[in-house]
């Protein structure tokens, strides 16, 4: 059993995860908190596992209450902008979920818990799964560091890559089929033969295509249904 806490300044969002989390056997709720200060003064005297946390909130960002924390719980950030997930990894945040938040997102995102959490919450697999923050790629005759959370889109050309990140653009030599080995599911999706996407850079997407930016990447008819299923959950 994992206890947790919601931590969001809407009433209707802290109702919708109250309801997820009744639904979820492993999980006890132990309280709801409008604001982060209310939620400080929780956790200064209560064990809590996992922290379900809002952005956006009025007096303290739920960044900003998350930077305060010494020793913080796990934390899955619940939002509605999509523009804060690299931060989020950077302060390894274990889940990212953009609202309206699905019950079936919702339970994908909690069920990874089970594999991460620490040993006091009896889980039976001491070993930890957790995706790697950074890879690295060989760049002529370099290994250079890729932060994946930075990591826009993949683009195959023959046998190179290209490397989309928000910094710049790094070409390797690599098959787009071995090198979607090295990267986590989540948020890495393959859309089509030749493109990668990291979901977290998604602005906009259709039947046919998904746009990063102003960059339109087609989504391939053997990718259609599993790429749609998943961008629709």
Do not use: W
Not at 3 to 24: F, K
């Amino acid at each position: 059993m994992m206890t947790c806490i919601v931590v969001d300044d809407e009433p209707l969002a802290r109702s919708l995860l109250e309801q997820h989390i009744a639904d979820v056997p492993f999980l006890e709720h132990l309280g709801s908190f409008k604001n982060a200060l209310l939620a400080a003064q929780f956790l200064a005297t209560n064990q809590v596992d996992v922290l379900f946390l809002d952005l956006q909130m009025p007096k303290l960002t739920g960044i900003d209450f998350l930077k305060s924390l010494q020793r913080p719980p796990i934390v899955i950030f619940t939002t509605a902008y999509r523009e804060y997930a690299v931060e989020s990894y950077e302060l390894q945040a274990q889940e990212y979920l953009l609202k309206p938040i699905t019950f079936k997102r919702f339970f994908t995102a909690v069920s990874r818990l089970q594999i991460v959490a620490p040993k006091s919450m009896e889980i039976a697999s001491q070993e930890t799964t957790i995706a790697p923050a950074h890879i690295f790629v060989q760049v002529n005759k370099k290994h250079v560091k890729v932060i994946l959370p930075e990591v826009r889109y993949i683009e195959s050309i023959k046998d190179y890559l290209k490397i989309h990140t928000t910094a710049e653009t790094l070409v390797i030599k690599e098959r787009i089929s071995h090198f979607i080995e090295q990267l986590p599911d989540d948020p890495f999706l393959r859309v089509h033969r030749s493109y990668i996407v990291n979901r977290y850079h998604i602005t906009a997407f259709t039947q046919q295509d998904i746009e990063i930016g102003n960059i339109e990447i087609p989504i391939g008819g053997k990718y259609k249904e599993h790429v749609l299923g998943i961008l629709k959950s």
